[in-house]
């Protein structure tokens, strides 16, 4: 099972960023979402497609429909500076399958 | 708090073993399900392992199947990964993270810092 992320995405401070993970009828799947930022542990910031760990803040939310899975950041900053990666668990290989990852830059 | 920290990364030639630890703290460990993910230089994220809190259900990604073994030691509140056999491609930051209690399948909702392993002659 092939996920497909956008290597970058670009957006202005208080912008929308929308980064896609597409995969074969993924809206079938549950659709997990890290943050990986430099010398950080990476962190969890969506589970099951759509909920938000505590602590992690409501401009961060989630969507899967069809082929593609969406994580969407609101009024981004600064510090949503990141590289994103979604992650499914493939039922056919028994293995867990992350996106190539998406760099997220503010501009 | 919930951590995890790990250990036991470093330089080793290829054909060689390592073999990588993670100290748990701030929750029963026995009960939850843990996992090894790696991050090769460039790369992505890379599913390696996960284990059960008993230990008795471990899934392996095919890359790493018959060269690296899980483990963990429950009253010592560690995971394990002995690495044998390195080859290049094994190079990374090495994660250890926390599953759900009753599964390997879903997420990781705790993350440590990582342990560096280099494969190089």
């Known amino acids: 099972y092939v996920l497909t992320q956008p290597p970058s995405v670009s957006v202005a401070p208080g912008q929308t960023a929308r980064i896609s993970c597409e995969g074969d009828n993924i809206a079938g799947k549950s659709v997990h979402w890290y943050q990986l930022r430099p010398g950080q542990a990476p962190q969890l910031v969506i589970y099951f497609g759509s909920d938000r760990p505590s602590g992690i803040p409501e401009r961060f939310s989630g969507s899967n429909s069809g082929n593609t899975a969406t994580l969407t950041i609101s009024r981004v900053e600064a510090g949503d500076e990141a590289d994103y990666y979604c992650q499914v668990w493939d039922n056919v290989r028994d293995h867990r399958v992350f996106g190539g990852g998406t760099k997220l830059t503010v501009l | 708090q919930v951590q995890l920290v790990e250990s036991g990364g470093g330089l080793v030639k290829p054909g060689g073993s390592l073999r990588l630890s993670c100290a748990a703290s701030?929750?029963?460990?026995?009960?939850?399900?843990m996992t090894w993910i790696r991050r090769a230089p460039g790369k992505g994220l890379q599913w390696i392992s996960f284990?059960?809190?008993?230990?008795?259900?471990?899934y392996y990604a095919d890359s790493v199947k018959g060269r690296f073994t899980v483990s963990r030691d429950n009253a010592k509140n560690s995971l394990y990964l002995q690495m044998n056999s390195l080859r290049a491609d094994d190079a990374g930051v090495y994660y250890c993270?926390?599953?759900?209690?009753?599964?390997?399948?879903?997420?990781?909702?705790?993350w440590g810092q990582g342990t560096q392993v280099t494969v190089s002659s």
């Open positions: 993270a926390r599953d759900r209690p009753l599964t390997g399948r879903d997420y990781n909702d705790y």
């Open positions: 701030g929750f029963t460990f026995s009960d939850y399900y």
């Open positions: 284990i059960s809190g008993s230990g008795t259900t471990i």
